[in-house]
């Protein structure tokens, strides 16, 4: 390691460095520096080669970046060049100026040096370095590391990848999937989740590039790059550019198997398809928000990632700007300039769309165009062959698909709604699909792909329900995400090559089984309408022995014939914000007859807090967090595994690990885990 | 909440109802002064388009047609959001609580989410978020308009200047 510059020494070492200049009486010679190298490492931030933070598969593509500064404002950085292992790396190095579109703390004459799409096949720790040439004439040198990993050859080889994700969804929201789901009797599970059913468990550690709370995003993405990304960003590292989409990139699972192997990729969740969690699959971009850029390139770029089945919400990014409806904004669209070989690498690398700023785009019409049979509903979801269908879009709805107990609702006719009808009918879209129906069609339609299929499967809600702390939302989330874990299960059991994985990208709200009510509904009520925590705390919590064992019934829809039941499950939020609780479902307010509905009193006089719900109640649960949600937190989460090359997810172990273990049973085939070997015979001594 | 509004130096809003009804009329952004004299035509969510949503977009309807530029009246949500938005509020028919922080734009809101603007004097003003129920009266405005934060309305309800007014830290508190 080598520093030509102290700027970039630690700063420990740098104090040092400028007392002993003192005593030898030598001026610190101004120089460039480098305030920016990716991929990141320890290396580069601190000085220590340990732990070593970027990783790849051999083969894998990222780009290399660096980020450059002169020493004054009269000069400029004229060239640099990448090195790695102590070879140059032979690409174009695209020297971007920040005269415009670069973050307010860098100056105007900073340029950042970028090389696309490179990659390293030897396995093994790497060093890398970047040497950039100031206009006077100056030099300066920075060094990075990272890794590739080794994959062993001679398993066989997994066909088909499943991820199953219950975002949010920790230990606790599956246990009281399970409770609610499937009961206990002295103490004994009566029927199990199939998660629960997975033969093999870890722990995972969820902590992102910058936090120890990830949010969905890397949370999403090192299970399908091998990397951690900040905070709101997919399938890139962090740069220096307002740029959404100029990021260095790194090759996701989807696109690096479906250029080796020729995999298909399925995405289904029920949120809409831009958000974190789904994109984190197939689009690079710093802005998870971009909803025009990313659904924009989901299309553009199918055929590096193979996408073939698309299914969850978010039509209005779909519709072109003048159709009632439409999201689409030049504001999140995305366009790479072919005159700045900044990004334009991007398209001659990488092969990538160049994009376009194309608000009237239909992209409806073209994804059906390209063959993409389309279902806006669940009877044309149901009237679908998966026999003659190659490629398959469901669009269900236009932002978020309905969550779980009110699409069940809208099947029972029960009227939640603000007229005699449900909440999807409130919405608009009454028929749709429940997530284990639009996954069953998914593996259907991707089951024809000879070369096998990555498939990302998406409980959106129970995080989402989860900020909120809807309880019963998020638990009926839950158990909709457990009834497509089993449809995977059984398409995996049936195959005996699928590999499926169920996991969380983080835990939501610090969910906890605090016990169970001691009371009835009816008393429950009559304890909510007496109000304060004399009455709906001290009156109805029941810890320990006084829980008992919660006994929902469950309807042959397989969900709960009520949530309101005597003695019900109860749950704490240990990252909640203040709130109100009456432990009841929320019925949707028209029905409150507490509410004011055209009482028409001075409006000013209605309590301004954003403590809405529960308020008749007068049970304040003051949280530990500021605003009105709950939120992420950064504890380990569980993860099952099923299938080929299950046992590799034993343990306690990164996120970023999940990709190697998936990449391993793909490439090199299922192999006994370190730790796992079979007990050598002992030799008899005489 | 008002008094981190209060130190912000920015100022807490509560809706007022303006007392008004009858047929509808017509107005122009810059009568909105005299918005309380005129009267307002009650205007439901569940008519702003065809239901159910069909396989594309939105077909608005005969009614919300009719309604562009006339003084109508609502009754629906404040949208419970996270990050302040002055001069503006959400209103739904049904309740929703957005949580722009970890989901941004996939959100839960209905189609027929009107965007509900104060009175060009009072841009700058952060409504605080009020349960239940509410009134508002205001103009109609229908067709797309992509707002300050990227996002695009298709419905609005322009206030005029007396739909709300200013309180303090202890009138809140009382």
């Known amino acids: ?686 | 909440m008002i008094n981190r509004l209060v130190s912000r130096r920015r100022l807490a809003a509560a809706l007022a109802v303006l007392g008004i009804g009858g047929s509808a009329a017509h107005a122009s952004a810059d009568s909105m002064a005299s918005l309380k004299d005129l009267p307002a035509k009650e205007l439901r969510f569940r008519d702003f388009f065809r239901m159910p949503i069909g396989s594309k977009g939105l077909e608005t309807t005969e009614v919300l047609r009719r309604a562009d530029r006339q003084v109508v009246r609502l009754v629906g949500y404040m949208v419970q959001r996270e990050n302040d938005t002055p001069g503006s509020f959400m209103l739904t028919p049904i309740p929703v609580q957005m949580s722009e922080h970890a989901d941004g734009d996939a959100d839960d809101l209905p189609a027929t989410t009107v965007l509900v603007q104060l009175d060009p004097s009072q841009r700058d003003w952060v409504t605080s978020h009020t349960p239940g129920l509410v009134t508002v009266s205001g103009v109609l405005h229908v067709g797309r308009r992509e707002e300050r934060d990227g996002r695009v309305s298709w419905v609005r309800l322009q206030l005029g200047p007396s739909a709300i007014r200013r309180i303090d830290a202890d009138e809140a508190s009382n």
């Open chain 1, 1 to 686: 390691m080598k520093y030509s510059n102290p700027h970039r020494l630690p700063p420990s070492l740098f104090r040092s460095a400028v007392i002993l200049a003192g005593i030898v009486a030598t001026p610190l010679q101004a120089a460039p520096s480098v305030s920016r190298l990716t991929p990141p490492s320890e290396l580069f931030s601190s000085g220590r080669p340990a732990p070593v933070i970027a990783r790849f598969l051999p083969g894998q593509r990222f780009d290399l970046q660096a980020t450059l500064r002169p020493d004054s404002a009269d000069k400029t950085i004229v060239g640099a060049r990448f090195v790695i292992d102590g070879k140059p790396v032979d690409a174009l190095v695209a020297l971007r100026d920040c005269s415009v579109g670069c973050l307010p703390d860098i100056a105007k004459n900073a340029a950042i040096a970028s090389v696309r799409a490179v990659s390293v096949e030897r396995p093994g720790i790497h060093t890398f370095s970047v040497t950039a040439t100031q206009s006077d004439g100056q030099t300066v040198v920075a060094d990075g590391n990272f890794e590739v990993a080794s994959i062993l050859a001679g398993g066989r080889k997994v066909k088909n990848i499943v991820i199953i994700l219950g975002d949010g969804m920790g230990a606790s929201q599956r246990t009281a999937a399970r409770i609610v789901g499937g009961g206990y009797a002295q103490g004994k599970t009566i029927a199990p989740l199939a998660m629960d059913t997975f033969p093999v468990v870890g722990l995972v550690k969820t902590a992102s590039l910058n936090s120890i709370v990830t949010d969905s995003s890397p949370g999403m993405t090192s299970y399908v790059s091998g990397n951690k990304n900040n905070n709101n960003e997919e399938g890139v590292f962090p740069d220096d550019t307002t740029d959404f989409f100029d990021n260095p990139r790194i090759e996701y699972l989807s696109e690096y198997l479906h250029r080796v192997q020729g995999k298909a990729l399925g995405v289904v969740t029920t949120a809409d398809v831009f958000d974190s969690t789904p994109a984190g699959n197939a689009v690079h971009t710093s802005n998870r928000r971009a909803g025009t850029g990313i659904v924009d390139q989901f299309f553009d770029d199918r055929r590096r990632t193979g996408l073939t089945v698309l299914m969850g919400g978010g039509r209005k990014w779909f519709l072109p700007a003048s159709q009632t409806g439409s999201a689409r904004s030049e504001s999140n669209d995305y366009a790479f300039s072919a005159g700045d070989a900044h990004s334009a690498e991007i398209v001659n690398r990488w092969g990538a769309a160049a994009g376009k700023i194309d608000i009237e785009r239909d992209l409806l019409a073209e994804f059906q165009a390209e063959g993409f049979r389309y279902a806006a509903d669940k009877t044309a979801l149901d009237a679908i062959d998966p026999a003659k269908t190659d490629r398959l879009l469901g669009l269900f709805s236009l932002s978020n698909m309905n969550v779980a107990l009110d699409k069940i609702d809208g099947r029972r006719n029960k009227p939640r709604g603000l007229g005699s009808g449900g909440v999807v009918d409130d919405y608009g879209f009454p028929d749709q699909p429940m997530l284990d129906e639009m996954v069953a069609k998914a593996l259907a339609v991707l089951e024809r792909q000879k070369n096998g299929f990555v498939l990302l499967v998406e409980g959106a809600s129970i995080d989402k329900q989860a900020h909120t702390m809807d309880t019963e939302r998020w638990m009926l989330d839950t158990l909709e995400l457990d009834r497509a874990v089993k449809v995977v299960q059984e398409f995996a059991r049936r195959r005996g090559d699928t590999l499926a994985i169920v996991t969380a990208d983080h835990e939501c709200s610090g969910a906890a089984l605090i016990g169970g009510s001691i009371v009835s509904d009816v008393k429950l009520q009559e304890l909510a309408r007496a109000g304060g925590e004399a009455h709906l705390r001290d009156k109805v919590v029941g810890p320990y022995e006084k829980a008992g064992f919660p006994r929902y019934r469950i309807a042959a829809d397989g969900y709960p014939e009520t949530t309101n039941i005597d003695r019900r499950l109860l749950i704490g939020y240990g990252a909640n914000a203040d709130r109100y609780e009456d432990w009841r479902t929320n019925e949707r307010p028209v029905q409150d007859k507490e509410h004011p509905f055209l009482k028409q009193p001075p409006l000013a006089a209605h309590p301004i807090s954003a403590k809405a719900r529960d308020t008749e109640g007068r049970f304040l649960v003051t949280g530990q967090v500021p605003g009105d949600r709950a939120v992420h937190t950064g504890t380990d989460i569980p993860l099952s595994a099923y299938g080929p090359g299950a046992w590799s997810f034993t343990g306690v172990f990164d996120n970023t690990d999940v990709f190697f273990r998936l990449a391993q049973a793909a490439l090199g085939g299922v192999v006994t885990p370190d730790g796992l070997s079979p007990l050598k015979p002992t030799r008899r001594t005489r």
